[in-house]
């Protein structure tokens, strides 16, 4: 089982940065994939990034690459989530995400159903 807390969200402007962060508790998190993903108001749930269980490896939605970057510290059992150049269309609801891992399984998802373990969110609210 892991237990995840995010943190960080705030009201900010555009073309501010904030850094967001995902604390766990349980053993499993340095072997899960970590993903963030974000609601918007009014609108469904979006993929934003995800990392693998080492943070070799990583992805971004579209729309946020080259503005984003996500990183995990397994030894801190946390994972951020920097996000630069901040756009009114980046304001909603902030997740992370963690999954059971099985078989040794590396893979990492980028849809919500894949995950396990959410945390209760962080709100992040960009003005223009």
């Known amino acids: 089982q892991v237990q995840l807390a995010e943190s960080g969200g705030g009201l900010v402007q555009a073309g501010d940065s904030l850094r967001l962060s995902c604390a766990a508790s349980?053993?499993?998190?340095?072997?899960?994939?970590v993903a963030w993903f974000r609601q918007a108001p009014g609108k469904g749930t979006e993929f934003v990034s995800a990392i693998n269980w080492n943070g070799e490896t990583t992805y971004y939605a579209d729309s946020v690459r080259g503005r984003f970057t996500i990183a995990r510290d397994n030894a801190k059992n946390t994972a951020t989530l920097q996000m630069n150049d901040l756009k009114p269309e980046d304001t909603a609801f902030y997740y992370c995400a963690a999954k059971r891992v099985v078989d040794n399984d590396v893979g990492v998802p980028l849809v919500q159903r894949a995950y396990d373990f959410w945390g209760q969110g962080t709100r992040v609210t960009v003005s223009s």
């Open positions: 349980g053993r499993t998190f340095s072997i899960s994939p």
